[in-house]
């Protein structure tokens, strides 16, 4: 029987098409971006409030290049980018995902004109990429405070001090 990938992955959404799909998704439109190497609850849960604070949300992961530059560990990602991506679409919340390679999501953000800017609590709002344009065409941004305390880096920390 030949592989049929599953529906989720439909989600998944190359930049060059962003346009395209997103003309077909329900407005206001969430934008929020992260790395998602791991994936654990405090992930799950921030990306169930930021889909409340819209009717579609849009999740851009960094590419692993990208994600190698952030500084996180020369072994990280963990996961590869398609794996990342395949998780988040899986999410129930989650709408369309896609990617970048530079160091920020701005393109992303200007690709897609959200309605809202998220991310999570340890980003003040005046920091976060893409706020001055969101706010500058009438969206709003949003720092989301954390409800549980999680971190792939301690994730990873305590694993490696189990061996």
Same mark, same amino acid.
């Given at each position: 029987? =030949?592989?049929?990938? %599953?529906s989720? !992955?439909?989600?998944?959404?190359? /930049?060059?098409?962003l346009?395209e799909?997103?003309a077909?998704?329900?407005r %206001? +439109?969430?934008?929020?971006?992260?790395c998602?190497d791991? +994936?654990h609850r405090?992930?799950?849960?921030y990306?169930?409030q930021?889909?409340?604070? #819209?009717?579609?949300?849009?999740?851009?992961?960094n590419?692993?290049?990208?994600?190698?530059?952030?500084?996180? #560990?020369d072994? $990280?990602?963990?996961? /590869?980018?398609?794996?990342?991506l395949?998780?988040l679409?899986?999410l129930?919340?989650?709408?369309?995902?896609t990617?970048?390679?530079?160091?920020? %999501?701005?393109?992303?953000?200007l690709?897609?004109?959200?309605?809202?800017?998220?991310?999570g609590?340890?980003?003040?709002? !005046?920091?976060?990429?893409?706020s001055?344009e969101? +706010?500058?065409? #009438?969206?709003?941004v949003?720092?989301? =405070?954390? $409800?549980?305390?999680?971190?792939?880096?301690?994730l990873i #920390?305590r694993i490696?001090?189990q061996?």
């Amino acid at each position: 029987m =030949p592989y049929a990938p %599953p529906s989720f !992955e439909a989600k998944i959404c190359a /930049p060059e098409a962003l346009a395209e799909r997103l003309a077909a998704v329900a407005r %206001p +439109l969430v934008f929020t971006n992260g790395c998602f190497d791991i +994936l654990h609850r405090g992930h799950a849960t921030y990306l169930a409030q930021a889909r409340a604070l #819209g009717n579609s949300l849009l999740v851009a992961v960094n590419s692993d290049a990208s994600v190698r530059r952030l500084g996180k #560990g020369d072994d $990280r990602p963990l996961n /590869p980018l398609e794996d990342r991506l395949a998780v988040l679409a899986a999410l129930e919340c989650v709408t369309l995902v896609t990617w970048f390679d530079e160091d920020t %999501p701005l393109a992303r953000i200007l690709d897609s004109r959200p309605d809202v800017l998220v991310k999570g609590g340890d980003w003040p709002v !005046e920091r976060i990429v893409g706020s001055a344009e969101v +706010l500058g065409w #009438g969206g709003a941004v949003h720092s989301i =405070p954390f $409800r549980h305390q999680r971190s792939t880096t301690e994730l990873i #920390g305590r694993i490696r001090t189990q061996r």
